[in-house]
Each structure stands twice: as structure tokens, then as C-alpha cells.
């Protein structure tokens, strides 16, 4: 069974950085595509960044240089490392993983608040 826990989510100072972990079970790293993807209020979730099955990392044009995303094959999770946080980048964060290519599974989504 998939399942999906993000934590720290928080109030951060814009220029500041925060790491979002996401512990995943039920997941094979080398089979899932893992990503982070975020939420505001009347908006669509998007796509913050990604990594693939083979290693492969994609970031959404508004945090590349800034976010990082790795997995740690130990802890079976999945980081989201944000420096040089902005005011936009304020929002509910959702791990994601598209289990064999073939089932999205979510997490509950941890909230990020940025203080300018």
C-alpha cells in the first residue's frame, strides 16, 4: 500500500530556506516517478519539480537555480530543498508519486507560509 507523509512545511523569511521531506512506503524509487508539486487557493496544483524512475530531475521554470529535489534511498524519502524562498512560493506543498506509471498517490500536503 502507498502512502504519502510530507512534514516541514512552515513560516519561513523570504530569502530564507526550507526542507520539505516527504517519507514514502510502498514505493520503489527505481520503479516511481516522485515529485513535488504545490497549491494556492483558486489555483491548479503545478508541478514544482520532479524526479524520475532513472534519476532524471525537471523544475518548473519559476524555482530552478532555487529548489532541489533528491530522494534518500535509506530513508525512503523524498526532499524538497528551497533556498532563496520568495513570497510566491507560498503555498501548500504535495508529495506525489506515479506508482509504475501507472497510479498517482498524494500525500496531505504540508503549508508553506513566507514572511517578507
Known amino acids: 500500500q502507498v502512502q504519502l507523509v510530507e512534514s516541514g512545511g512552515g513560516l519561513v523569511q523570504a530569502g530564507g530556506s526550507l526542507t520539505l521531506s516527504c517519507a514514502a512506503s510502498g514505493v520503489i524509487f527505481s520503479l516511481d516517478d516522485m515529485g513535488w508539486y504545490r497549491q494556492v487557493p483558486g489555483k491548479q496544483r503545478e508541478l514544482v519539480a520532479l524526479?524520475?524512475?532513472?534519476?532524471?530531475?525537471n523544475y518548473a521554470e519559476a524555482v530552478k537555480g532555487r529548489f532541489t529535489i533528491s530522494r534518500d534511498f535509506v530513508k525512503n524519502t523524498v526532499l524538497l530543498q528551497m533556498n532563496a524562498v520568495k513570497p510566491e512560493d507560498a503555498a501548500v506543498y504535495y508529495c506525489?508519486?506515479?506508482?509504475?506509471?501507472?497510479?498517482?498517490?498524494w500525500g496531505q500536503g504540508t503549508q508553506v507560509s513566507v514572511s517578507s
Open positions: 506525489n508519486v506515479n506508482h509504475l506509471r501507472r497510479r498517482n498517490y
Open positions: 524526479v524520475t524512475r532513472d534519476g532524471n530531475t
